[in-house]
Every structure is written in structure tokens, then in C-alpha cells.
Nanobody, 121 residues
């Protein structure tokens, strides 16, 4: 059973930064997704099992950075220049079927509990 524990959410002002962490019980290709109230869950960023490949949603490209520390089995999402529209519950996800992260939520087998990010204007 894969366990994912997220941390790092909070309330910030527009333009501020936050870093989310997701500690996993092993090394997997990982993704970050988010879900705002009344909206569907959407892809944010993904990283390969090795860390060598990353991809981002257009809405966060240039502002967010996904990275990983394989010694700690932890994946990070550095979020800079936050906007009110980034407000959502952020989830990390792990896939045991792929070496490279995916933009599709159904490709992931395990999900974290979610962490709230609120950006005020």
C-alpha cells in the first residue's frame, strides 16, 4: 500500500510563494492536481520516477516548479507568483504503472489527503 502525506498549504496573498511537500512510502512517478470549489480536479504538474522529466499545465508554467528528493521519497511543488485563481485543494498522486508522470488523473493509483491553498487578492 502506497502512502502519501502532503503538507505546506496555507493562506497567502497574491504574489506570495508556497512550497508543498508530498512524502511517499516509495519512489514513484508523481503528479500534483488541484480542485477548486465547484470545479473538476485539474492537472498541475508531474515528474518522472527519476526526476529527469517534468511537465506542467499551461496555467502554472513559469510560476510553479515540481521537483523531488529521491533520498527522502519526497516530491515538492514550489509555487511562486500565486494568484487568487490558484486557490484550491492540492493533491499529490502516485502511479505504480508508469515511469513518467501523466496529465491524466486516471493514470494514478494513489492519492494524498489534499492540502488547502488559499490566495487572497
Amino acid at each position: 500500500q502506497v502512502q502519501l502525506v502532503e503538507s505546506g498549504g496555507g493562506l497567502v496573498q497574491a504574489g506570495d510563494s508556497l512550497r508543498l511537500s508530498c512524502a511517499a512510502s516509495g519512489r514513484y512517478a508523481m503528479g500534483w492536481f488541484r480542485q477548486a470549489p465547484g470545479k473538476e480536479r485539474e492537472f498541475v504538474a508531474a515528474i518522472s520516477r527519476s526526476g529527469g522529466l517534468t511537465n506542467y499545465a499551461d496555467s502554472v508554467k513559469g510560476r510553479f516548479t515540481i521537483s523531488r528528493d529521491n533520498a527522502k521519497n519526497t516530491v515538492y511543488l514550489q509555487m511562486n507568483s500565486l494568484k487568487p485563481e490558484d486557490t484550491a485543494v492540492y493533491y499529490c498522486a502516485a502511479t505504480t504503472r508508469r515511469q513518467v508522470g501523466s496529465e491524466t488523473s486516471r493514470e494514478y493509483d494513489y492519492w494524498g489527503q489534499g492540502t488547502q491553498v488559499t490566495v487572497s487578492s
